[in-house]
């Protein structure tokens, strides 16, 4: 039996540079971090005693004995992409899917990293990442960028450069203290609207291309802003606040989906309250909310935020894990 543990990530600035089709041309780069909230997954080969040979148990139950009639895309092609049978799989998570947190990345990267283990292979980081994108945006044919599954891989607070060569994931190196600060002057809200972010993409898609890449190349900017914001001890962490907020306006102006009149209403009661900026965690449409508050606004930005769940994080560092590992002796039948 084999369990991973994989983080969901949190994406301050670059969102949109990420899309490959974009960034070949242009470069890209993120910054985001990975925090204390995971998804787990469970997979051991399945007992010969039953009539079917793979049961699967998500959102849904599958009980199925040809891979090819599994209805979930990332396991069936998973399966498949890694020569998987006879498997019992269960996933389970602290937050849920499709809120803006590279939720299904995260399931990707830590499927691809269980089957790995359960079939005796070590697979480093930036193979699970790589290995993710595959399955996600070729096999699987969904529409979005690289960063989630590398974010999902790696862990830790990093700032993620593209380029036609690919990607390189670079940490950023800031004091303790400093980086304790920036996690207690981040508030995250649950927005209670979910949606899957290649949905979204597909409906940004219409946007006119010009004016999306001039946005695009201004955020990509606003990376390397908030980079030194962080690194730099002698400037206004605050500032970072003030960042999220420019890199939100502009985010919301690259596409339709990206908000609603619900999100501009509680990101408006948000900064009302004493919040120096936020965004709306991922491709957008609903999710989770994060703001940057100074600690003596917090009160009023919770009192203002209170129909919405607060969800308490701390930044994490690992990335993907095995969490345990029992080998098992498994002969095919072919």
Known sequence: MIITRTPFRMSFFGGGTDMENYFRENGGAVLSTTFDKYCYVNVRHLPRFFEYTTELTYSKSERISNVDDIKHPAIRNAMKMLDMHEIRLTYDADLPARSGLGTSSSFAVGMLNAFYALKGKYADKKKLADDAIYLERELCEEAGGWQDQIAASFGGLNRINFSEDGYEVLPIIISPER?????????????????????????????????????????????????????????????????????????????????????????????????LGGKLLGAGGGGFLVFYVQPEYQENVRKAMSDLMYIPFEFENGGTRVIHYSPESYEPLN
């Open 179 to 275: 980086k304790r600060a920036l996690n207690d002057n981040l508030l995250m809200f649950f927005t209670g609207f979910t949606r899957f972010s290649s949905d979204v993409q597909k409906a940004n898609s219409s946007s006119s291309p010009k004016e999306k890449n001039a946005m695009l190349k201004e955020m990509h900017r606003l990376v390397d802003d908030a980079e030194k914001v962080l690194t730099d001890k002698n400037a206004d962490l605050d500032d970072f606040g003030r960042l999220l907020d420019h890199t939100w306006k502009l985010k919301r102006q690259t596409g339709s989906a990206v908000s609603t009149n619900s999100i501009d209403d509680l990101y408006a009661k948000g900064v009302e309250a004493g919040a």
